[in-house]
Nanobody, 125 residues
Framework: QVQLVESGGGSVEAGGSLRLSCAAY????????MGWFRQAPGKEREGVAT???????SYADSVKGRFTISQDNAKNTLYLQMNSLKPEDTAMYYC???????????????????WGQGTQVTVSS
């Protein structure tokens, strides 16, 4: 049973930083995609950043240069460092993971992914 547990959300002022963490349990795929997604009220869920087992990283255009995804394989933990936060970054952030299907990581996760419960990030202006 795969379990993903996020932490690190909160409220910050614009320009501030937060680091999200995602502890993964029971995840044993040798090839995988992991990533962070977010959903704001009234908006569709979007992929924010992904990383695969080959080390390839992808970011949404809206967060490039501000967010950094990383992983600590020894701790089975995924991170998202968020700097220069903007009010439009306000959303529920979800950690997700999947085995590799063959499309982009965002597509693979959306199709067959496991999801965490989410952590709220609120950025005030």
């Amino acid at each position: 049973q795969v379990q993903l547990v996020e932490s690190g959300g909160g409220s910050v002022e614009a320009g501030g930083s937060l680091r999200l963490s995602c502890a993964a349990y029971g995840y044993t795929y040798s090839t995988y995609c992991m990533g962070w997604f977010r959903q704001a009220p009234g908006k569709e869920r979007e992929g924010v950043a992904t990383i695969d087992s080959y080390g390839s990283i992808s970011y949404a255009d809206s967060v490039k240069g501000r967010f950094t995804i990383s992983q600590d394989n020894a701790k089975n933990t995924l991170y998202l460092q968020m700097n220069s936060l903007k009010p439009e970054d306000t959303a529920m952030y979800y950690c997700a993971a999947s085995y590799v299907v063959g499309g982009s990581c965002v597509d693979d996760i959306e199709r067959v992914g496991y999801w965490g419960q989410g952590t709220q990030v609120t950025v005030s202006s």
